[in-house]
Nanobody, 123 residues
Framework: QVQLVESGGGLVQAGGSLRLSCAAS???????MGWFRQAPGKEREFVTA????????YYVDSVKGRFTISRDNAKNTVYLQMNSLKPEDTAVYYC?????????????????WGRGTQVTVSS
């Protein structure tokens, strides 16, 4: 069983930065990890994912060049560095873990989810 807890969300002005963390209880070294987000009235959206080794990453086009995912397997923690934030990045951000080896963008393929952390970007 894996439990995920996100932290680091908050209110920031457009152009600012935030760093989200996802701490896992239980070993996630063999799990692929992903970040998703959900804005009010919208479906949950894939943001980025990282392979268990950290070698492979993938980003949705809207965050490429602005967001960076990384992981520290010794600390069982995944990070999401978000720079140049825009109002449209406002959402609840969720961390998720998957046993699937290849990077996947599909929420249904993820086995464990955190409860989310709110990110609000003001214009």
């Amino acid at each position: 069983q894996v439990q995920l807890v996100e932290s680091g969300g908050g209110l920031v002005q457009a152009g600012g930065s935030l760093r989200l963390s996802c701490a896992a209880s239980g070993r996630t070294v063999n799990y692929g990890m992903g970040w998703f987000r959900q804005a009010p009235g919208k479906e949950r959206e894939f943001v980025t994912a990282i392979s268990w080794s950290g070698v492979s990453t993938y980003y949705v086009d809207s965050v490429k060049g602005r967001f960076t995912i990384s992981r520290d397997n010794a600390k069982n923690t995944v990070y999401l560095q978000m720079n140049s934030l825009k109002p449209e990045d406002t959402a609840v951000y969720y961390c998720a873990a998957t046993r699937i080896v290849l990077i996947t963008t599909t929420p249904d393929k993820y086995d464990y989810w955190g409860r989310g952390t709110q990110v609000t970007v003001s214009s």
